[in-house]
Structures are given as structure tokens and as C-alpha cells.
Nanobody, 127 residues
Framework: EVQLVESGGGLVQAGGSLRLSCAASGFTFDDYAIGWFRQAPGKEREGVSCISNNDGGTYYADSVKGRFTISSDNAKNTVYLQMNSLQPEDTAVYYC????????????????????WGKGTLVTVSS
């Protein structure tokens, strides 16, 4: 059974940092891309970042470039999203997703149809 479990969300002040984790199981981690999405109340889901575990390629949305860093620990089957300089507009539920046919290079187009999704973790940034 495929499982993606996000953790690390919480409440932080503007300018602060959080690190999200996505623990994966039930598939060949090294062959999959893992993406992070977020959805704020009343807004569409946004693809934030992605890492291709087979070649280490990464993608960042313009809205987070330079502030967020995605990384992968293949030994732990876990992907991390380090979020720095957080702003109130970063407030959202953050989801991770996995797919064997999507890569960091195609994430911006195909990410929304990734096969497996976690249940999300809430990030709240206060001003």
C-alpha cells in the first residue's frame, strides 16, 4: 500500500522557518518524483516544488524560489521542504505527491495528476 505522510507544519511568525517532511512507503522511492503542493483557503492548489529521485533534478515555483529548498534522503524514503523567510501568503495546507512518470522537468505541467497524495500538513504564518 502506498503511503505519503506529511509532517512538520505549524504556526510560525513572518520571517521564520519550518521544515516539512514527506515520508513515503509502498513504492520504489528512487524511481519516483516527489512534489510539494499547497492550497490556501479559497485558492487553487499550487505546485510549489519537486525533486526527481532518480537524477536529483529540482523545480521551484517562482513564488518560493530562493526561499524554499527541497531535498531527498533516499535511505529514509523521505523528502524535505525547508522553508525560510516565510510570509503570511505562504499560509496553506501543504501536500506531498508522488509519481513514477512525472519528473521535476514536467512537474509544472503534469504535477497535478500525480498518482499518490498525502493528506497534508497545515502551515500558518502570522504577521
Amino acid at each position: 500500500e502506498v503511503q505519503l505522510v506529511e509532517s512538520g507544519g505549524g504556526l510560525v511568525q513572518a520571517g521564520g522557518s519550518l521544515r516539512l517532511s514527506c515520508a513515503a512507503s509502498g513504492f520504489t522511492f528512487d524511481d519516483y518524483a516527489i512534489g510539494w503542493f499547497r492550497q490556501a483557503p479559497g485558492k487553487e492548489r499550487e505546485g510549489v516544488s519537486c525533486i526527481s529521485n532518480n537524477d536529483g533534478g529540482t523545480y521551484y515555483a517562482d513564488s518560493v524560489k530562493g526561499r524554499f529548498t527541497i531535498s531527498s534522503d533516499n535511505a529514509k524514503n523521505t523528502v524535505y521542504l525547508q522553508m525560510n523567510s516565510l510570509q503570511p501568503e505562504d499560509t496553506a495546507v501543504y501536500y506531498c505527491a508522488a509519481d513514477g512518470a512525472v519528473s521535476a522537468g514536467t512537474f509544472s505541467v503534469l504535477g497535478y495528476v500525480m498518482d499518490y497524495w498525502g493528506k497534508g500538513t497545515l502551515v500558518t504564518v502570522s504577521s
